[in-house]
């Protein structure tokens, strides 16, 4: 029973990156899942001992970042530290971009962005760990994702799935039913 998560735990990898005045931080999560479509709506699981969540309960906005195949070591190495001891995007020397919507740096390299602004619910926050973030701008790069769907033939450009102790899965081929 106490290894019954890792059923379900080889969604997408994403990368959380927050900010509050001269704090930034980012972390990687694999839980995290679409809430709702209409306003875009998406949840993480954070642990609200950790120093983003202090940032993000500041702040009130959060990036989620989709990394690829080529970044998996990366997401390994913001996941092996603390971002209050270390500046994890000087560290690991990670090119950034700025955001549209928020103040959050985006990571270059990244599949999709997904800016959000914090849905404020404390009970969901302190009980469960659970974050709601309303999407305040998305996009993709047009190499793996355009006209609404995922097409991705680069292996390095593959989405990445956690499993634990060092061990990922990628993205396979598509595959289409006809109805």
Known sequence: MEKAYLLLNHGPTVLIS???GDERNVIAAGWCTVLDYTP????????????????IKKSGEFVMMLPSKAMAKLVLQVGA???SAVDKFAAF???ILPAKTVVAPLINGCLAFLECKLIDEPHNQDTYDLYIGEVTCAWADPRVF??????IKDESLRSIHYQAGGQFFAIGDSFQVEE
């Open 146 to 151: 355009s006209n609404g769907r995922w097409h």
């Open 93 to 95: 020397d990670m090119p």
């Open 40 to 55: 875009a709506r998406v949840l993480v699981i954070l642990d609200k001992q950790g120093y983003s969540h202090q940032l």
């Open 18 to 20: 927050c900010a509050y």
């Open 81 to 83: 530290c603390t971002g």
